[in-house]
């Protein structure tokens, strides 16, 4: 039995509410069970320097988590002055995760800003992050298309997220964060539509895991992003 | 008329949900109107070095405003490494604020740490922020009296904030966005229920204005503060 | 009595010292009792990126304390690598102030900068470096005026900075450092020569005050200015 | 054929060269090819605040490129005043990595800094770190044996780092900067010599890859780490 | 001639005031011409961490200009979140000075500051700044003595610093900013009573010089510090 | 007897190793004994805003310390977040010492970027980097003799520097860091083959030092040079 009660290729309670935000262009509260990650996307007229003239666009984004979305509070990092690495990390790995399944020849030289605060955490927010971010960017290039900038979504298919992990010797899936501390090693899986991967990390949190278990973690991980897709779609129907 | 529509003394629709975070001690989320600020307070056992040995606690406020809360995205001030000179400004009239209605010997060498973050800005977001800060600091010491560590709340009375402004030379009462944009003279009140003024911040944008506008702008803030506290003690009530 | 055993309506003595800095366009050495503020106005020909091509200049101002400004050394700030949350205030205060007594658009795509420096501080500084920068800047235009950069002053009425507190339930004008901490509140006006407000920031120290003692506050501090415009024309006229 | 003519699995020219610091406890320059990092390990004799009593030691690291390492000069971290985002990630990966693979209850509580700092840069520093630091920090724990610290190393294994990368649709090992530039994927493994996982980092470049693609990175990390797991045992004997 | 019209080896006029300062336990304000530096010394309990049961004193300085200092305004060091390279050279040097004519065992564990602020700048601010530190240390050991923490000063000699530099390829003594504008070559030296030498710090701006320059520098320095020596005994003899 | 056992106008072990790095158009790796700095040069084709279009070149340099290249490690710049007052003194003397050797307007609109890296440090980090400097710059303009885009090198000197130090009265040449740490005052100079000085930096540790100690530290090194200036030609040359 793993902590949460789930049965280990189970997801926990997943919505993606999209148009949660006022002003973005695009924007998803993407909810996996306790953990709570606002993702609005941004559409700016400027690309960063090293790109202008390039004909292409950019998709960037950033994370942060609110102070007292955690057990006990955690420092705001705007007032530390700096953001943490991990911060940086997951701020990297969303902003590459969307950039590899859109065209960015197809949107001009625009960029979106993809923006991911996490209100509550319960554990797997920064797949969360991706999952409602890719929601929250194809809005945003609804949008455009709505303004006639761009004529059809530069997206070339569904990305979504998930974290796996070894409890126990065998693998769970969408760990909360009870669970994830506990884990001997955990996994977050990027992986798209067409059962491609775009970003792998695996970590062995106290020992070394074994390929069997990479590989159960890999299998447990498409099952889990297949009813995300659907949500995903689903989502994005309901908002037009 | 005013641009919302609204009467020179009407509030927006004004919420106060309490318990808004799964973690927090105390929390609220203040909407005021399209102005969303989701408050907690923190309760930890440190002090600030200075007051070591005192005997009295601290009540220390932070604020934020997530990057899409606005109209046109704001930098994060985790990226740019530093908060803004108005982010600063206005977590001290927060703190001072609460400070001002509590009894600072009344509970023990406490620190309660109050963070409000605005999840969507419309004008008024400090207001609302103090407004939700008091329900999620009572609640907070309902908590520590829950938890048998006070007998009963240092706090001496409710306290509450309402923006008012000058607008075509007439007062208006809880300004929002557009509002706000167009004013000649802004204040913001800080107000107890035995009808004793905490803070006031008075200030002329663009001409200075005169004593009878602000006695105007300060009589619309009593009336507003009066639906306020009402509010607050149904939030309080509800939660318990 | 109060501890200074000035009146309850009495300034300290206040020497206004046009021109105390040789380089800067204008510059007052503004001293209340032992508070001594440097104030001095630099023209600068770029406006901030934000103004460009609004036909309108632009006035800010900064705030610093010198280490042994004070009784006991406070940390240097340039040390430190930020600007605390009360400086900034500060000087967006200052900033504002200036700003609402001068016409934007009187003065072409200038940028005044104000820096107010505090050599000694025994309470009210920013009071007198308000008081202080209306003379620098308004010796500032005059330079201009001298250069023909543009015919006549864009300050459309003088403005002045006072304190007032409340001891012992009633209350006190302009208020040195010892009176300014036993305060049971404390109350900043910038007030203009035509009796308007440009700022009122009102503050509870520890208990919340009265109205009526918010009113007699105003009532000593527009006493107060009146001698320090005064004092500010005469500062004026003496250093043509 | 791959742009440096090696064959897919054919590892660059390895070079360990221990104790290539005077003053390290631990050190390794690690050349891959024109990669070559300095690895040094050094003991301190407190942990982190968090992890003080624990009874458990601590391994933590940082990682810097000269700015000339690379074909066109990088900003010196230290004079722009922070670390990227990519260098976080990196020394996080590094710091895992090697806590991985070492009973952290073996040593006391004594913390062991491995820092990798890039010399010079062709493609794979990150690995070449890894790899390099391995001997480092079994030297610091030699050391430490030598000085009756500790009766025995409480690294439980070996641990070496290899990327691969997919080019033209095909897998390579080792890739350099070139090959890495133009790759469609690259992959980060840090394995055991027991064939487990420590650390996977896969990502998609332009577009995602399949899982076939993965397994076959996997592969030749596996050949390329026999290699390496040689070289340190062969550099850790030479050096003793 | 020189641009200023003074004899080579003519001071500008010298003025030091000693207790400029309400608070500091020492202070002097120098003005070297133009050039005014208030400096101050103030006495704290607490010693650097390293230093801390070493039964040694520490002596420390810090530097900072007024924005408004200079002939077109600087920016200022707290706004800009950092001290530049010349600040830190200045203050280096400052502590340095004061540190070698001082027996850091004559007066316990404390930690005297020197604060040296630019109020108005000409040219040889450090040399200014070292020459009143030399005063405002001396009135805080003054200060110690009379209350009995010390006995006598632990300051073994005077010390006080002048300009020299080479204009035309002959030798100037204490230049203003226009002369150190147009120098071939500058040095600031640090001199003591016993005419023996603290620090020298010679730099060409253009093209080195000779040694004979060099001497001929030295000479014009050991005649300007003697006339600075007397005015230190003169403005401490008349500050007691 | 010197704690090297070395005589006292006896320099180290001195190697100059040219094009140490692969991508730099200028490198040098300076060993002075067991102190060891990467020097590159790298050209760059943007000036300082402030010299736009003045028709001059620039050079500039920058110095840093591996965290291990000393006794204990030390904390990395980079993480801490800015660079030390040493740090920046030391890159400042480097980038005169180099500037006044050159005619800045004899490489067009060009700068050059020194780094100075120390790998290990023993003592004399700042002149062995001055002198390895001197050899990467004549590279960086031989490289650009090469492309044709200068017809001679702007330098128009040899430089070259070396510390040296009072211990127990008498002078020394090029001290260890452990005659370092035990000297009554150390000196570096920086001198050129015509034999005139570009830089002279002397400091009292403990003690002010006599003229005629000063002239001794200056005649030695004036020895020393001459050596370094003969490994500097015949580096040069063996790398042509």
Redesign the interface.
Request: negative net charge.
């Given at each position: 039995m793993r902590p949460s009660g789930r049965k280990p290729n189970e997801l926990r309670s997943i919505v993606l509410e999209p148009g949660a935000?006022?002003?973005?262009e695009g924007?998803c509260l993407a909810r996996f069970g306790?953990t709570h990650v606002?993702c609005?996307a941004?559409v700016?007229t400027s690309v960063p320097g090293w790109m202008k003239n390039s004909g292409k666009g950019w998709i960037t984004a950033?994370y942060?988590m609110?102070?007292?979305?955690?057990?006990?509070?955690t420092a705001?990092?705007?007032?530390r002055?700096?953001?943490?690495?991990?911060?940086?990390?997951i701020?990297?790995l969303i902003g590459?995760s969307l950039r590899?399944?859109t065209d960015m020849a197809g949107f001009g030289e625009l960029q979106i800003?993809i923006?991911c605060?996490v209100?509550?955490a319960?554990g797997g927010t920064r797949t969360a992050a991706i999952t409602g971010s890719y929601v929250a960017l194809q809005q945003a290039f609804d949008h455009l298309i709505g303004l006639s900038v761009i004529a059809k979504s530069p997206v070339t298919?569904q990305v979504a997220a998930v974290s796996c992990g070894i409890f126990s010797g065998s693998a769970l899936l969408d760990l909360d964060y009870q669970e994830d501390s506990a884990a001997e090693a955990d996994?977050n899986f990027v992986l798209?539509t067409?059962?491609?991967?775009?970003?792998?990390?695996?970590?062995?949190?106290?020992?070394?895991?074994?390929?069997a278990q990479?590989d159960e973690m890999?299998g447990l991980a498409r099952e889990g992003v297949a009813e995300l897709f659907a949500l995903q779609r689903a989502a994005l129907e309901g908002s037009q």
């Open positions: 935000s006022k002003y973005a924007s306790d606002l609005t941004s700016e950033e942060g609110l102070p007292r979305s955690t057990g006990t509070r705001r990092e705007a007032s002055g700096k953001q943490s690495g991990r911060t940086q990390e701020q990297r590459r590899a399944v800003r923006d605060d209100l509550q319960d298919t996994a798209t067409d059962e491609r991967l775009v970003e792998v990390q695996a970590t062995a949190e106290e020992h070394p895991f074994s390929q990479f890999l």
